[in-house]
């Protein structure tokens, strides 16, 4: 079956450093990936997202590349703010059909101090 | 904006007792899931619903039913509490023949506390 590998948290980070959190996944095909960001007190919203291999994703300054050949999805900020402390969700999606359900990594939780 | 809404964000319960989470979505989309999120290990789908009144287990019902009698609406429901259903529970909605079909739209979560 599908699944999706993050790394673990809690990454803890100073304003301004760069971040990157890995997540690895493996499924049949050529799934879509997509990571969600969970605010405090607030339920995951998307992030970004990238539908075939070497996609790239953008939003609010995180970026990922879409890796078929390591299977890997890892997202990244140049420089991180307090404002981005929450938890970030990798997940996939096999397809888009009436059917089809997004498999989500554990979670990593995001940290950053001034 | 595409807006789901659930019914608590904290609810408190005995062991024993029936319960429902209700969930609404605005947008007339024809996917709703049910997941519980639990530290270190993500979130888990309890059930989800492909139409009105069409649904599938997801990887762990077992203690869960649900019902979509209406398109908006999706609702949980604990038999019978018991304390590892302790959790937080989210909601989603997604349309698969909408312009997004790969986005789901998630609700703020209920904390449920099962005494």
């Known amino acids: 079956g599908n699944s999706v590998t993050q790394m673990e948290g809690p990454v803890t980070l100073s304003e301004e450093a760069f971040l990157t959190i890995n997540c690895t996944y493996t499924?049949?095909?050529?799934?879509?990936l997509f990571w969600y960001v969970q605010y405090p007190g607030e339920g995951l919203q998307l992030l970004l997202k990238?539908?075939?291999?070497?996609d790239k994703g953008s939003n609010k300054g995180f970026e990922a590349t879409y890796r078929k050949e390591t299977t890997s999805f890892h997202l990244e900020k140049g420089s991180v703010q307090v404002s981005d402390s929450a938890v970030y969700f990798c997940a996939l999606l096999q397809n888009t059909g009436t059917a089809s359900k997004l498999t989500f990594g554990t979670g990593t939780r995001l940290q950053v101090t001034l | 904006d595409v807006k789901v809404t659930q019914s608590s964000r904290y609810l408190v319960k005995r062991t024993g007792e029936k319960v429902f989470l209700e969930c609404v979505q605005d947008m007339d989309h024809e996917n709703m899931f049910w997941y519980r999120q639990d530290p270190g290990l993500g979130l888990r789908l309890i059930y989800f619903?492909?139409?009105?009144?069409?649904?599938e287990k997801g990887d762990i019902p077992e203690g869960y039913s649900v019902s979509r009698e209406k398109k908006e609406r999706f609702s949980l429901i604990l038999e019978s509490a018991s304390t590892n259903q302790t959790s937080m529970y989210l909601c989603?909605?997604?349309?698969?023949?909408?312009?997004?079909?790969?986005?789901?739209?998630f609700g703020p979560g209920t904390r449920l506390t099962v005494t």
């Open positions: 499924a049949t095909g050529y799934p879509s």
């Open positions: 990238a539908t075939k291999a070497d």
């Open positions: 989603a909605s997604r349309s698969p023949t909408g312009n997004r079909p790969y986005e789901q739209y």
């Open positions: 619903s492909y139409d009105v009144k069409m649904k």
